[in-house]
């Protein structure tokens, strides 16, 4: 199994601490810190690391506040696809917007099941 330890050796260390490459990419002169390299055609910033891509704004809530694993998405407060300022993220999931009817139409199939 030399071979599978060598591609693990390969891509498990990389040159230079991949936050400070993340942010040396971002301007943050605004209140929105925006995404200066290549960005998706969405608007959304494309970083590569530890050999997968993100989506920028997950990076950045990723390094900053974590990603939370049952809200798979990240949403952006002021609507501004390249923004990665992290006050600017939330966590949420694909309904979030509908959030409150899927809780109350879970609810209610509860009742009516166990009624
Ligand atoms: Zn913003």
Not at 68 to 76: A, I, Q
Not at 82 to 91: A, E, F, Q, R, S
Request: hydrophobic share 25%.
């Amino acid at each position: 199994m030399l071979h599978g330890n060598q591609i693990r050796l390969g891509l498990g260390r990389r040159k230079g601490d991949p936050i400070k490459r993340f942010w040396s990419k971002v301007d943050k002169t605004g209140s929105c810190w925006v995404w200066t390299a290549t960005t998706h055609e969405e608007g959304y910033g494309k970083f590569f690391v530890d050999g997968k891509h993100w989506q920028a704004h997950r990076y950045s809530m990723h390094i900053s506040k974590g990603l939370d694993p049952n809200k798979p998405l990240v949403c952006h407060t002021c609507d501004n696809p390249p923004c990665v300022n992290p006050n600017h993220l939330y966590n949420g999931t694909v309904k979030d917007n509908k959030r409150d009817e899927v809780e109350r139409n879970t609810t209610n199939k509860y009742w009516k099941r166990n009624r």
